[in-house]
């Protein structure tokens, strides 16, 4: 124990020259060795660069749009029918049919839009911008001339928009589908004011030609008293007639299915002139009596039928 209590006081007391010692000793120097890394295989991946590093790309504007661009935004704009509260028959959004014209669909995702076509309208092909965030698809309902045809549209997620064309053998659809978080159409159809216009213009046809050509027609006062002559059409007069007012002119039941050759009445001179009738169903009706008249049709190859009326004499000489 005494010589270990020496021994730290010995070192206790060497301690202030060991450390001067140390202060003043030359340090040694170590040799130069450069390090080089090795190097990189093209098959290695470079590190990415930090981005606080790297050049901030250059700012690019696009350029503005064309006048030309400009116009076609415009045109679609205008051409495009939103859905409207009285177009709504029950759930079924109901649009007037315009050639052309572009309707706007909204859908959402997990829901089935139903787009509806006219009865007995055969589809031919569907076509959308986008066909992969889109399920498209057809069916039918009905049968006879009451069946319909259905193009059902669904898109995957909301905040998707594209353009879906379908054709059919009487017309073309254009319309523009967005699909949003809930507002969704169950279903569209269209109402077709021109097959409608046509509808009426075909019933008001047929009445007419169902109606009498004349009132009030005594045969003792109808004359028979002339001459059908010229070339052969098919559109050939059978008869003509005259009640002492009007002149009747009488065609062959087919004279609707062909041009309607034109009325020209024919004076002293030779001199042709048109002259005013009505159409009549299959008969022409002048509003006075004439000599004589010809029925002509064609251009390179005229077909010309003369409507000559015969005096008694000339009735007499004929029938003997």
Known sequence: MKFAYFAALALAAAAPALAQAAATAPVPIMPDVSFSAPPVSSSMAPYPVAPSLMAPPSARRSPPPSPAELRVRAANRAATLEPATGGYLNSMQVYPFSEAMIYHVFTAPERVTDIVLQ????????????????????????????????????????????????????????????????????????????????????????????????????????????????????????????????????????????EAPPLFLVDSKGTASLVNYRVQGRFYVVDRIFNAAELRLGLKHQDVVRIARVGEADKRRRRA
């Open 119 to 258: 009865p007995g309208e055969t589809l031919g092909a569907v076509a959308a911008g986008d066909t992969v965030r889109w399920v498209i698809g057809d069916t039918t309902s009905g049968g006879g001339d009451t069946k319909r045809t259905h193009v059902l549209v669904k898109p995957f997620t909301a905040g998707l928009s594209t353009n879906l064309v379908i054709t059919t053998d009487k017309r073309t659809y254009h319309l523009a589908l967005t699909s949003t978080d809930r507002a969704v159409m169950s279903a569209l159809s269209w109402i077709y004011p021109q097959d409608q216009l046509i509808a009426l213009k075909a019933a008001a046809e047929r009445a007419r030609a169902e109606q009498p050509v004349a009132v009030g027609l005594q045969v003792e006062q109808l004359h028979f008293n002339y001459a059908i002559s010229g070339d052969q059409p098919a559109w050939r007069p059978l008869r003509a007639f005259d009640d002492g007012r009007q002149t009747f002119i009488e065609f062959p039941a087919n004279l609707g299915v062909g």
